[in-house]
């Protein structure tokens, strides 16, 4: 049984930095895409970043409003997706939710998972 454990999160003030952490934990054959998401009160799940593994290459993707301020990395080995954020705002409070598309088992397909999501709050 595959879960998305995440960490990191908590209130920072306008400005600030945060860092977010997601590992996989359990069986785990190949990962072919990690993410974060996130959604805030009365709006609709949104992408904030995406790492995608190509044949030779890495494809980053990035939403427009965090473009410059977030970075997403990663450690296959280590089944991890981090996101570091910079210069948060106001607009930044969210749930953050860990996504991984991912083959769980030899003879799976890929399959899309979902962490719990991490509160996120920027207020002074």
């Known amino acids: 049984q595959v879960q998305l454990v995440e960490s990191g999160g908590g209130l920072v003030q306008p400005g600030g930095s945060l860092g977010l952490s997601c590992a996989a934990s359990?069986?785990?054959?190949?990962?072919?895409?990690m993410g974060w998401y996130r959604q805030a009160p009365g709006k609709q799940r949104e992408l904030v970043a995406r790492?995608?593994?190509?044949?030779?290459?890495?494809?980053?993707d990035y939403a427009d409003s965090v473009q410059g301020r977030f970075s997403i990395s990663r450690d296959l080995a280590k089944r991890e997706v981090n996101l570091q954020m910079s210069n948060l705002n106001p607009e930044d409070t969210a749930i953050y939710y860990c996504?991984?598309?991912?083959?769980?088992?030899?003879?799976?397909?890929?399959?899309?998972?979902w962490g719990q999501g991490t509160q996120v709050t920027v207020s002074s």
């Open positions: 790492i995608r593994f190509g044949d030779r290459t890495d494809y980053t």
């Open positions: 996504n991984m598309n991912l083959v769980p088992s030899a003879f799976s397909d890929y399959r899309e998972y």
């Open positions: 359990g069986s785990v054959v190949t990962i072919s895409a």
